[in-house]
């Protein structure tokens, strides 16, 4: 490679060299006109043009199209130095044909002119000294040899002038030529380490998005465990204890609600590192949103004695609500987190064409130097112990990369010991023209599920047995089936119509809970209400589960939320649409990828 670049820089010089040639010929032809023989200025012009001038230009040329490779280099290497000594030679006749025997000051300065054009191939040709030499030799050898014989002390001390000059030069050349050689070399390790840690940067990349997307997709299979553990837990709490297995009952819900937490947090860092989340805009209420984080975090507020304040908006707003959902709960739960007394307030104020959501807490605050490492990935200021009750600190990463995704801009306010205010800005669009419903209508209550009979169907067995039990605890007459085919021998055998059905969306055999619910529909010729329950992300999956307008619940699932929504869809009778509400411990990880 060296050697490829060597020969590269003398050919790109010999453009130089021939430019150069062809102008100080026309001088020196003007210079020595009249003063030697018209044959021999001629001759050594012929010479000149030739050997100085054509040649290195050809050269030049043909360098151009090889791009840097030169192979056989040999035979470039030959083809330079031929070229060089030719030029020299050329050159240096001028020390014979232009030598004028009785005027010192003409030979003065030819010396002068000859001596000027090896410092000229010093600087030209210093990447390669065999083409260096071969020009220096040619180029004074004549005109020293010339002034030496001359006889006179004059012409003898010029001689000798001319081998101290050209021996000078030798020295500084292998001086260059070493500092030159010394940078390719350099340049070229350098190239070769950027060029390795490029590699290394490309598979430390592959394997983190490769990581991404395992995360990702093996999302389902990795929530069905969760989702059992849940049901088991919900069993067990529902289940006559005494204090003592109620406190590690109690203790082990609050470690199974942070592995869920941390668990999620993962799988939505994952989904954004593997850039499978998309950002689909629509117009929607934001009082929708609103209701739903009061519904999802007043418990939590309650239980750490907080005052939960979320004002109604009747905004109307174009974003994308489920990833601004997540951007919301996030910001709501770092808010309750370090809130250790006082109140969360979370509300809108209106910016001209914007609308800005804010939250505000009186909790711990936040130093202004600090302010922006929070949003880095597991960046935490108040958990040097590193309790993973107290997150990853993930989540105002994934705030700061869905806000990006979103384009829309997040804002902090804070005062060390007084609180925080975090806020998200969106496009307002206007407002609802009709009073705004209730953003959902489940409420956090234990619904009256006693007697009535409820269809399960999963294909996993400790998914269908931690229902089974939870259910019953419930006071549920419970029918539990792996398949469609299964479910509908249940009803063939004249089993109970049941009051509700919950089946997982992904069945075996590419069945879906929303065929599976149509076909128990159609056999018992009632529209029983339907849940479906998924651990799927995939966008396409996400989106045909939305069309079919059951409500879906999200796994893990929250056994008291399950309890809550199967006591009102049968006390309505009705499915509710898929807006009314969201339930999922993960909303990226939901209807982030929809738009219906």
Known sequence: MVLQEQIALTCRQYGIMAASTIVADALW????????????????????????????????????????????????????????????????????????????????????????????ATVLMAAYPPAFYAALVPLLLPITVRLLIAGDTASTVLGIVAIVYGATLAYLYNNIHGTLLDSLRLRFEL??????????????????????????????????PLHAQGLFVGELQARNHDAESRRILASLKRSMEAMHELFNSLLDISRLDASVVESKKENFSINVLLGELQLDFSPLAREKELALHVLDSSAIVNSDPALLKQILRNLASNAIRYTNQGKVLVGCRRRGDQLRIEVWDTGIGIHAADQKSIFEEFHQ??????????????????VNRLAALMRCPIEISSRVNKGSMFSVTVPFVGTAATEIPPPSVIVDRDGDLSGCTILVIDDEPEVLRGMKGLLEQWGCRVLTAESIAQAAAHIRASAPCPAAIVADYRLRNHETGVEAIARIRSLVKKEVPGLLITGDTAPERLQEAYASGYQILHKPVPPARLRALLGYVIQTNSPPTAHEENIGASPVLNKGQTSE
């Open 191 to 224: 190239a070769r380490t950027a060029e390795a840690l490029a590699e290394q940067k490309s598979r430390a990349e592959q394997a983190n998005l490769a990581k991404s997307r395992f995360m990702a997709a093996a999302s389902h299979d990795l929530r069905q």
């Open 29 to 120: 032809t003007y210079l020595f006109y009249g003063k030697v023989p018209t044959s021999a200025l001629i001759l050594w012009l012929g010479a000149a043009v030739v050997g100085g001038g054509f040649v290195p230009l050809a050269i030049f040329i043909a360098a151009r199209g090889r791009r840097g490779k030169f192979h056989p280099a040999r035979q470039w290497t030959a083809l330079l130095t031929v070229a060089a000594f030719t030029g020299g030679a050329a050159w240096g006749s001028a020390g014979v044909l232009l030598f004028v025997p009785s005027s010192i000051v003409d030979q003065q300065f030819l010396l002068i002119l000859l001596l000027a054009g090896a410092s000229l």
């Open 381 to 398: 200021l108040h958990n040097p112990e590193r309790d993973r009750r107290k997150g990853l600190g993930l989540g105002l990463a994934i």
